[in-house]
């Protein structure tokens, strides 16, 4: 194993994101993710100053059971003028129970003077009383410097002193922070080298994304002799966020050769990435490098036909690697070869089928030029691709009808009814539903319709539902996409509807949803 430490702090730093609020058992249930992925520390908040963080502490110490990384209480230096000793908040550090603190200081000049309002002498001192104090109470210290960057190109002495007096003092890692996030990969190498010439402290980088730059910046970082890098699950942080550490540790690993996890726990990492977007109730970003569900997908017909001779071809790494996988896209872009891969995929062999490529092929065409979208709807190609395999669309019940009527009493409290007629095992069911919306309405209505023959559909949840107009300049008459993405609380699948009539859009939507969920759990017609 590499002696590079991954140091997350998802919990802390990326829990500053706008719309994000974790309780404490959220945090409780990221560190297990976090300590499952492999990471080396885990910065789990600040005790003392928050009192969420204060009881997460304490029931960390009796609720987790880590098994590879090391939990960290973040804080700051005492107060000017005062003892470590007696500072309250330094003193929460202690009683916190963790064995690493992290110590935020001050290396730039102008926040000493204008932001913390003390002298430089002073500043210094408290970054040695502290260190030293946290020392001696047997903690393994690490101090961020907070602002390196944009202070070293202020005045260079005083943010090496910075570092200077923390190493001297016992901090073991003294992070460099681009705070502003406004630093760019050859500064990075530059400072942190010329830093590591100077001072006899062991680096470590903690970059912010506002350039775009975070992850490439944590790079170059380690490049120049950094061996600490922090940063955040799916690049979680106040702003444009922190350094993705998933990015940051797959570059290491799969491209720099540094094992910073096992490779067994790598393969999980998107998995572990989406279990903790559940968590934080953050959707997952698609084009998240390794990790989203479009890094390995492809569209161009050109790239299928080269994929077919050889994956590498036009994948920069094994997508399974990290847990993910090659997926080929449908589309009006696409080629003969795109369909028999995606086949491939759901587990139909056309290579010798070459008339059925075709005809379906010329399906997937004339559907998107009306408005269908494959790319995004990968379940409702599937059921297409059944039903050109088979001969027959798959049919888990027939629909005799169904209606929705909306009931609005003045301007608020909308509410929608949907009465939906259909016969499954040679029975027929006449439900009603109700909704906050026609398409929650027709929702509860086929459930309770079909469930008496089919139970499994309990376990289906329409998550997502999205719009689109597909001719604008026919106003109210435009032609209406519909997407509805439908999980069973293991993964989720998405389903498009075309119509003229939002409504009807919806449905067909939606139960091809219901179809390939079924499908998906082995669930045979009855």
Same mark, same amino acid.
């Given at each position: 194993m590499s002696d590079l430490h991954v140091y997350d702090t998802t919990l802390r730093d990326g829990a500053q994101q706008e719309g994000l609020n974790l309780s404490v058992v959220d945090k409780l249930a990221i560190a297990r993710h976090l300590d499952e992925l492999g990471v080396g520390f885990i910065e789990g908040g600040w005790p003392g100053a928050s009192p969420k963080d204060t009881e997460f502490f304490a029931r960390a110490q009796q609720e987790l059971d880590l098994r590879n990384a090391t939990l960290a209480a973040f804080g700051a230096t005492r107060r000017p003028h005062s003892k470590a000793a007696d500072d309250p908040l330094v003193r929460a550090l202690v009683d916190s129970g963790?064995?690493?603190?992290?110590?935020?200081?001050?290396?730039?000049?102008?926040?000493?003077?204008?932001?913390?309002?003390?002298?430089?002498a002073e500043n210094l001192e408290m970054i040695r009383d502290t260190v030293s104090f946290l020392?001696?109470?047997?903690?393994?210290?690490?101090?961020d410097a907070e602002h390196f960057f944009d202070g070293y190109a202020a005045d260079p002495a005083y943010a090496l002193e910075a570092v200077r007096v923390a190493a001297d003092a016992g901090a073991e890692v003294v992070a460099l922070c681009d705070t502003n996030g406004g630093m760019l990969p050859h500064q990075i190498e530059v400072v942190v080298a010329e830093v590591l010439e100077a001072t006899t402290a062991r680096l470590g980088i903690h970059c912010h994304n506002d350039t775009g730059c975070a992850v490439a910046n944590s790079m170059a970082a380690v490049t120049a002799g950094a061996t600490h890098v922090q940063g955040t699950v799916n690049g979680y942080g106040e702003r444009t966020g922190n350094a993705d550490l998933l990015t940051v540790v797959s570059n290491l690993?799969?491209?720099?050769?540094?094992? /910073?996890? !096992?490779? @067994?726990?790598?393969? #999980?990492?998107?998995?572990?990435? %989406?279990?903790?977007?559940?968590?934080?109730?953050?959707?997952?970003?698609?084009?998240?490098?390794?990790?989203?569900?479009?890094?390995?997908?492809?569209?161009?017909? /050109?790239? !299928?036909? @080269?994929?077919?001779? #050889?994956?590498?071809?036009?994948? %920069?790494?094994?997508?399974?690697?990290?847990?993910?996988?090659?997926?080929?896209?449908?589309?009006?872009?696409a080629g003969r070869a795109s369909i028999e891969l995606k086949a491939m995929e759901l587990g139909f062999d056309l290579s010798g089928q070459p008339q059925l490529v075709a005809g379906l092929l010329a399906t997937v065409k004339d559907l998107e030029l009306r408005g269908h979208t494959f790319d995004a709807a990968d379940a409702s190609f599937a059921l297409l691709l059944r039903a050109a395999v088979a001969g027959a669309p798959v049919s888990f019940f027939e629909v005799e009808s169904w209606r929705v009527i909306t009931d609005a009493r003045g301007t608020d409290d909308a509410t929608s009814e949907a009465t939906v007629k259909v016969v499954a095992n040679s029975q027929r069911f006449v439900a009603t539903g109700e909704g906050n919306g026609p398409v929650n309405a027709l929702d509860h209505a086929v459930r309770k319709a079909i469930a008496p023959?089919?139970?499994?559909?309990?376990?289906?949840?329409?998550?997502?539902?999205?719009?689109?107009?597909?001719?604008?300049?026919?106003?109210?008459?435009?032609?209406?996409?519909?997407?509805?993405?439908?999980?069973?609380?293991?993964?989720?699948?998405?389903?498009?509807?075309?119509?003229?009539?939002?409504?009807?859009?919806?449905?067909?939507?939606?139960?091809?949803?219901?179809?390939?969920?079924?499908?998906?759990?082995?669930?045979?017609?009855?």
């Open positions: 963790a064995s690493v603190v992290t110590l935020v200081a001050k290396s730039h000049v102008r926040h000493v003077e204008e932001a913390l309002r003390t002298t430089l020392h001696g109470e047997g903690r393994r210290v690490f101090l690993q799969l491209k720099g050769g540094r094992e /910073l996890v !096992a490779p @067994a726990r790598l393969r #999980d990492a998107m998995r572990i990435a %989406h279990a903790i977007s559940e968590v934080t109730n953050v959707p997952p970003y698609s084009r998240q490098p390794y990790v989203g569900s479009s890094a390995f997908a492809h569209k161009a017909g /050109l790239h !299928a036909s @080269a994929l077919k001779v #050889d994956p590498d071809l036009y994948q %920069h790494t094994d997508p399974t690697a990290v847990g993910n996988s090659m997926r080929t896209l449908v589309s009006d872009m023959v089919y139970p499994e559909v309990d376990r289906l949840e329409l998550i997502d539902f999205r719009v689109r107009i597909l001719d604008a300049a026919h106003g109210t008459d435009a032609v209406t996409r519909v997407l509805i993405e439908t999980s069973d609380g293991e993964t989720s699948w998405e389903t498009v509807g075309v119509a003229a009539n939002i409504v009807e859009a919806s449905w067909k939507a939606l139960v091809d949803g219901i179809t390939f969920g079924l499908l998906r759990h082995d669930v045979p017609v009855r």
